[in-house]
């Protein structure tokens, strides 16, 4: 099929011809057409070239002679003398690479520019009165300098796109090349140098300059196990700063062993307060101590520290509808010990010739809140792991089971003939079902039952003055009991180591079986007296074989033996092992008459309650410091409840807090 010729523009460049395996860029040029001669005054050029110099009204370019170029020395003679235009011959076709491709769109075609008559000779009127200048010398015009290249330069290449041989650049080509990774270890050697120059280079100075230490506690720098970091501003490490060198070890009040310190509070600091988040290791309480019918209300408010001491101020000002007012702080959930020795130097208030107050410092374990009744609620005063009748209510198996009201010495064996026990049986017992894991902070034991949990008691000092005498009560109390609460305190099992101690006559009653030895200490020191300052303390094992030595004035002062606490067949019972819980610390400074006489008349108020400094000591290779120790986890059962650990109001587990006890295997079916 024929096309129609295209009309081919004046000032269209030469195509270059097309080979047989490439399109033309451009249609190929017509063969044997001649354009017509146009009339006057329009002049059609014989070239683009030449259409590019008849507009430029400027002097001819010279030629390195300096005499005009001939070949545009015409463009200059008027139209009216020159000769008749050579016709146009037809286009042919240039070698192939012949116009480099960045050129081709320059000379593609383009519209004439249209002119009037008068504009265009007015032009050439002018152009020989025009001399020429230095710029005419010596440049080009953009259209000549491209005309006059005849071929390929040797850096075309780089202007010239191949598809073939740039495909593999166009994707992204790859760094993993040797000059690739010698760039990036260059840049991996310098980052790492500047890190060391200004990172490390002053922490291993620091290190080289420092030794470091665990500070009485574990891990580098001294984290403890309760997950807290103790340096801190303020003397608050877990070991005070201004504890003796002296007293960083002893030797056991037991077996003479030497043990070492991992916490210590010597109260130098003065004006310190205990508010909750003052203090990182202790806090006090705002509460009644309901459960042994106190008559003070404990504000954090009453006690400081004062003149290197830790100061407990008890006061005749009513408060929330009693009396007195008194305060009481613990480390309950943030400083723990298992096993080792813990000692306190303290003076007692008021006189030793009056009765009724009621100075303690003891140890709880973490699972219960002292002061806290939903957390001790079938927790205190237990320290079991044995699954037996001595995990249920009263002791005793209930109605509807074959064994209903036995045994026959928990059953009526209490006070004339009251039942033995009124606890609600132990909580979180050996006898747990497995269904209620979520209930039992575990662990559970190679057997598959769980590790009977409790919050036991073991308390340093209890003072009281009966008679116009003082006298310490040191004891532990234990959960669930021997019939007529008679542990075996044989000689095997019970030591006085001294003469100022005798066994208490009282051995428990209904909510607890208590080994308790009273001992007559120096009259004098009392804050109304001499003011003289004594050390109390105990020293213990836990375990089936451990042991806890009291401790008054830096001497052993009696010892009890777990063979003492063996089980009971008149109860039915099995042993109940010295406490292995992660024990905490509490003092309080009370006023009860269900603990002591209370002469109301002679007491003299404010009374303080006055403690120098309390240290805790560990053996060296058996170290066990923090409240969620492995094998007795507390935290995340903590957590759980921890509704209960917060809210004194919340008396019972079941009623109050509206929680279960976890099912027994005794008595309730496990699925």
Known sequence: MSRRPQQQYPFAAPAAAASSSQRPRQPPPRQGNTLAQPSPPTTLLHSPLQQTQQRRPYPAPLTPSGSPNPSQTSLLIPPSQRGPPSPVSPATPSPKGSVPPHARAMLAPRAPELKSKSSDSSMRSMVPSLGASIADKYSLDYFTTIGAQSGPEPDDFIH????????????????????????????????????????????????????????????????????QVPTMIGNWDLIDKDTPQEAYTI?????????????????????????????????????????????????????????????????????????YTSGMMATWNKFCFTGGVVLVNATMPGSSAVGGLWPAVWTMGNLGRAGFGATLDGMWPYSYDTCDVGTLPNQTWPAGTPKAGTPEAAATGGWRGEPLSYLQGQRLSACTCHEDDALHPGPIKSDGTYKG??????????????????????????????????????????????????????????????????????????????????????????????????????????????????????????????????????TNLGISPGFTKVEFDDLTFPAHFKIDWIRVYQPKDAKNVGCDPDGYPTTAYINQFIEAYTNPNLTTWVDDYGQRFPKNNLVDNCT
């Open 160 to 227: 010239n796109p191949d598809p073939r041989r740039d495909r593999k650049n166009d994707r992204g080509g790859t760094i993993f090349t040797q000059r690739g990774f010698a760039n990036l270890g260059c840049l991996i050697f310098l980052t790492v140098g500047l890190v060391a120059l200004f990172a490390g280079y002053p922490v291993i100075t620091y290190i080289l300059n420092h030794p470091m230490t665990t500070l009485g506690a574990y891990n580098l720098g001294g984290t403890n196990g309760s997950g």
């Open 251 to 323: 030797t056991s009040f037991y077996d003479n062993s030497e043990l070492e310190l991992v916490f210590s509070d010597e109260f130098n600091q003065d004006g310190r307060t205990f508010y909750p988040g003052d203090d990182p290791y202790w806090e006090a309480v705002d509460l009644h101590y309901w459960g042994t019918s106190d008559l003070e209300w404990y504000d954090s408010e009453q006690i400081t520290t004062k003149d290197g001491n830790l100061v407990i101020t008890i006061d005749e000002k009513p408060h929330n509808q009693l009396n």
């Open 453 to 586: 949990r409790s919050a036991p008691e073991i308390d340093i000092l209890e003072m009281q003055v009966e008679k116009h005498v003082a006298h310490v009560s040191q004891s532990a109390q234990f959960a669930p009991f021997n019939a007529d609460y008679k542990w075996d305190n044989s000689s095997a099992n019970m030591i006085l180591n001294s003469d100022l101690y005798e066994l208490n006559s009282y051995r428990g009653g209904v909510w607890q079986m208590t080994t308790s030895a009273i001992g007559t200490v120096d009259q004098t020191c009392f804050e109304l007296l001499d003011g003289c300052y004594k050390t109390y303390g105990f020293d213990y094992k836990p375990g089936n074989d451990g042991y806890i030595t009291w401790v008054y004035d830096d001497q052993a002062a009696w010892t009890v033996k777990a063979t003492g606490l063996v089980g009971d067949t008149l109860t039915e019972i099995g042993q109940r092992p010295i406490p292995g819980e992660p024990m905490y610390l509490i």
